[in-house]
C-alpha cells in the first residue's frame, strides 16, 4: 500500500495490484484505488482497463469531465473500445448532449457489424433510453422517437428474451402509457430479478414518484438508491429526491437536497435554477398564511431576494438544455413584483404582533386582578 510498490508493478503482480484496486473502490477507499490505477498505467500505458476503472469512478462521484478525460485515454490506445464509447456516450446522455450519446453508440453498432458479431446489448439499450427520452422534448418527433425507442427494446429482447435491462424499458413504456400499476408490478419483479442494477430501481422510484399517493415510497426508495449504489454522491438521483420532495410540498428538504448535489456538481445550472425555484415557493408559503410573524416576512424577503439573483444570473447565462433562461426571466420578474408588495405584508405582521402583545399585556393585568 505505499508509494513504492507503484516503481514494482510488473507482468507478474499487474493482476494483484489491479484487482486490490478494484476491492479499493468497492470500499469507497477512491484514492487508493485511483493511486494504484495510476501507479499501473505509468509504466504499462496500454492497460486500459485501469483508464476505465478510473473514468468509472470519476462518473460515480459526480466528475464529469474527468470520467471524459479517461475514457478518451483509452481511446487513444483503442479506437474502436466498445466499453469505453458506451461509457462516454452515457455521460453525453446523462447531460442530454443527444448528439454526442448517438454518435458513441452508433459507431459501436457499426463496430459490431464490421466485424460480424452481434449487435452490442449495451448500445442497443442505451439508443433505446435515448429515443425513449428525446421524445418528451421534441413533440413533433415523439411519436417516431417512442417508436424507435420500442424497436431497439423488442430486438434486444427478441435476442434475449431474459433481458432484465431491456424488461425494465419495455415496463417504463408501459408506465408511460397510463398503465402506472401494470408497469409498477413489472419493476417491482424486475427489482428482485437484478438487485444489483440501479436503474431498476430507479426507474420503480420515478413510477411511485409519479403517483402522488405513493411520493413518500418515491423518497425512501430515492433515498435508498443514492445510499446503496452511490454512497449518496449522485447529483442526479439527489435531483430526483429533491423533485420528490418538492412534489410532497417538503421545500425546505428539498432545497437543502439540491444543496448537496450542488456541492457534488455545482456547474449544473438545473440545480441552481430549482433552488431558486424552492425558494421562491417557501416565500411565497409565507406570504400567503393569514397570520405571520415579522420574522416569517423578514424570511421570506430573504428568499426572494436571493432566488431574483439565481434567476437573473440564469436568465443572463449561457444558453443551456438544462433550464429556459425566458423562464429563468420570468421568475426573476415575479421574485421582484412579490417583492414590492412585501412591506404591506411585513406593516401587517407588526400590527398582528403589537395585537397579541396588547393582548398578552390585558390578560396578565387581569390574572393580577384576580388574585387581589
Partial sequence: ENDSTLEEFSDKNITISYNLGRLYEDQFRYEDASRLYKGIVKQHPNYIDCFLRL???ARDRGLRKEAEKWFGETLKVDPDNKSALCLLGRLYAQR????GAQDNFEKVLGICEKTRVPPDTYASLSLADMYYRCSFTNPEKKQRFFDHAFSFYKKVLKREPKNLYAANGMAVMIGERGHLPISQEYMIQVREAASDYPEAWEN???IYAAQKHKITEAIKLYQKI????YNNQNARILLHLAKAYYDAKRLSESRITLLKAIHIDAN???LW???ALCLQKEAEEILSKPRKSIADVEKAIASLKEAERSFNNLAEGKPSIKYSRRKAKE?????NLALSTTQEHLEAAKIQEKEEEERRRKKKEERKEERR
Fill in 331 to 335: 421568475h426573476a420578474e415575479y421574485c
Fill in 268 to 270: 449544473d445550472p438545473s
Fill in 55 to 57: 473514468g468509472i469512478m
Fill in 226 to 229: 443514492n445510499a446503496k449504489f
Fill in 204 to 206: 420503480l422510484a420515478h
Fill in 96 to 99: 442530454e448532449s443527444w448528439k
Fill in 273 to 275: 435554477f430549482n433552488v
